[in-house]
């Protein structure tokens, strides 16, 4: 029953920004919200109210919420929530009392009892649930509070990768579907399942979102039938092509991807998911390139780990080709045993290597990219996020338009045994973009799941 007078008190205080109705306020600890309110899922809460009487907590001396009132057990002041004297301390003395105050009604717009908050309505998805939680949608039992750590100076409009651990599902439900929110627990953000979790693996999603400088939070809600997945396009928007090499989801682009060359490529593991094990004798490619064949402006990345050098002393270990047929190069990549990248296309015989070198060794992954900016007229190369020496200016860009046997090779070479890629490939895209630095940074950090600084189950198990 002193826990009746704390939610009085407060009442009366009528201090506490907390009780704007169906609003919450974040906090870390108790103290960062008013009297008679706690801090629970890093919200304010009157929840306290309910948390009683298990008798241990509020109710051990006299504190002030008690306000110095003794419950002698008789009088009929309880004006709050029934069931919470249950409990064995606070000198209740005599039989149950009738609480003589209604129960909290969510959607009554007046924020009550163990409310989080009142919208007026019990209407999901809407920032304020049916239950009067600040969550989502009540059909998801589950979330996962993810938060984000960008290393850009500023925001950047990104995909962005998220692994979740089986460990973290309910037990039952679905494992291939899940929701991701905004922090605002309104704004559906676009989902792709690149993997579904398996009862021993983790799931692989991906989101798209304006990532602001710094830290900012996202939720992934599961648990239910429900399904936000079959957005993709919205996921990679800006790109002409992504790969993943993860089985039936290899391409979000839904571009025919096959083997080139004499052999077989392999699955292997890659920086994220599956990856494909490539040789002198086979390797990726896309035939025809379509929308791959690019004489614009684009952005080159592909993630690579060596484990052979290549056996040229130049052009070796190509990362992308687009040539063949009648056709001039569109553009092509590779990395050198020097650790320097190398860029190139007809028809105005760009051909350069980076200003800086990399350290490149066998068995290690590295995130590898060529930006070719058709506005400033520069060529600027990436190796794990960080720029690689200087932007290099450049004469004209290609001028062919992809012949009737172009192709794109992702490792290949067709002019040379020694000059292809050895190794494993994975998260391999193209945009027709120049893309910035800040977006090149967070693309490598995505990949490596070097965004995410904690993912916290809520309720936890
Ligand atoms: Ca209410
Ligand atoms: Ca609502
Ligand atoms: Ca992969």
New binding site residues.
């Given amino acids: 029953m002193r826990l009746i007078v704390v939610v009085a008190l407060s009442t009366l205080l009528g201090t506490s920004s907390c009780d704007v109705q169906g609003v919450s306020y974040a906090c870390e600890l108790d103290r960062d919200c008013p009297v008679g309110e706690r801090c629970v899922l890093q919200v304010c809460s009157s929840t306290p109210a309910v948390e009683a009487d298990g008798g241990a907590l509020d109710d051990a001396g006299a504190g002030a919420a008690d306000g110095g009132v003794p419950d002698g057990g008789s009088s009929p002041g309880d004006g709050g929530v029934a069931a919470t004297d249950a409990g064995a301390s606070g000198g209740d003395a005599g039989a149950p009392l009738p609480d003589a105050g209604p129960a909290p009604v969510c959607g009554d717009d007046a924020r009550e009892g163990g409310e989080q908050c009142d ?1 007026g ?4 998805r ?5 239950a009067c939680r600040v969550w989502w949608d009540e059909a998801f039992p589950v979330r996962l509070r993810v938060t984000l750590r960008s290393p850009a100076a500023g925001p950047v409009d990104a995909p962005v990768g998220l692994a979740l651990p089986t460990a973290l599902f309910p037990s039952g439900a679905p494992r291939d579907r899940a929701c991701v929110v905004a922090s605002d627990q309104r704004t559906v953000l676009p989902v792709e399942i690149e993997r579904a979790a398996t009862a021993t693996d983790e799931a692989l999603l991906w989101t798209r979102l304006v990532l602001p400088s710094g830290d900012s939070e996202l939720f992934v809600y599961f648990g239910s039938d429900a399904s936000c997945a079959g957005s993709q396009g919205a996921v990679w928007q800006g790109y002409a092509g992504v790969f993943h090499f993860e089985g039936s989801v290899d391409s979000t682009a839904s571009i025919p991807l096959s083997a080139a060359g004499t052999g077989t490529t392999a699955a292997a593991a890659g920086i994220r998911g599956a990856a494909l094990d490539v040789d002198t004798t086979a390797w990726p490619q896309v035939t025809p390139p379509g929308a791959l064949w690019i004489t614009g402006s684009v952005t080159l990345e592909v993630w690579g780990r060596l484990s052979a050098f290549g056996a040229e002393t130049s052009w070796e270990n190509t990362l992308f080709q687009a040539a063949g047929g009648s056709a001039a190069q569109a553009y092509f990549l590779n990395i050198e045993n020097s650790g320097r990248l190398r860029g190139y296309w007809e028809d105005s015989n760009f051909d350069a290597l980076s200003t800086a070198a990399c350290t490149l060794a066998l068995g290690q992954w590295h995130h590898y990219v060529m930006v070719r900016d058709n506005t400033a007229d520069t060529v600027r190369f990436y190796v794990d996020g960080a720029a690689l020496g200087d932007a290099i200016g450049f004469a004209g860009p290609p001028s062919d338009a992809a012949g009737s046997s172009s192709f794109i090779y992702f490792g290949g070479n067709f002019t040379s045994v020694g000059r292809r890629f050895t190794g494993t490939l994975d998260e391999v895209r193209v945009a027709p973009a120049a893309l910035s630095a800040d977006a090149i940074a967070v693309s490598h950090a995505a990949s490596k799941g070097a965004l995410v600084v904690a993912t916290v189950r809520e309720p936890s198990l």
Avoid: A, Q
């Fill in positions: 919208d309505n019990v209407v999901e809407d920032g304020c649930s049916s």
